[in-house]
């Protein structure tokens, strides 16, 4: 069974960091482009970062520019997303998905994780 499953996501306040993990369980991640994804109360779900299978390219919303770092350990089955500088509208389910295009569109990807809360508050 393929399965991706999201951690790290906590309360920080504001201008702090989180690292958020993404391990897959049932398949390798080896021959996919992985997204994250983030839901906050009342809004769309909306892409954050992505990355290609090759870890060479990397793609990031305009509001993390800077600030978010997408990396991936294929020998480790995993994906990470370092989160630095984290402001309040930063709080959101954090998801990670599969795909084979780096659009960061939701519909573009696949077999969802649960999910991990990020809050980012004082």
């Known amino acids: 069974q393929l399965q991706l499953v999201e951690s790290g996501g906590g309360l920080v306040q504001p201008g702090g960091s989180l690292r958020l993990s993404c391990a897959a369980s049932g398949f390798t991640l080896d021959y996919y482009a992985i997204g994250w994804f983030r839901h906050a109360p009342g809004k769309e779900r909306e892409g954050v970062s992505c990355?290609?299978?090759?870890?060479?390219?990397?793609n990031y919303a305009d509001s993390v520019k800077g600030r978010f770092t997408i990396s991936r350990e294929n020998a480790k089955n995993t994906v990470y997303l370092q989160m630095n500088s984290l402001k309040p509208e930063d709080t959101a389910v954090y998801y990670c998905?599969?795909?084979?295009?780096?659009?960061?569109?939701?519909?573009?990807?696949?077999?969802w994780g649960q999910g991990t809360q990020v809050t980012v508050s004082s």
């Open positions: 990355i290609s299978s090759s870890g060479g390219t990397t």
């Open positions: 998905a599969v795909g084979f295009r780096m659009t960061m569109r939701p519909g573009d990807f696949s077999s």
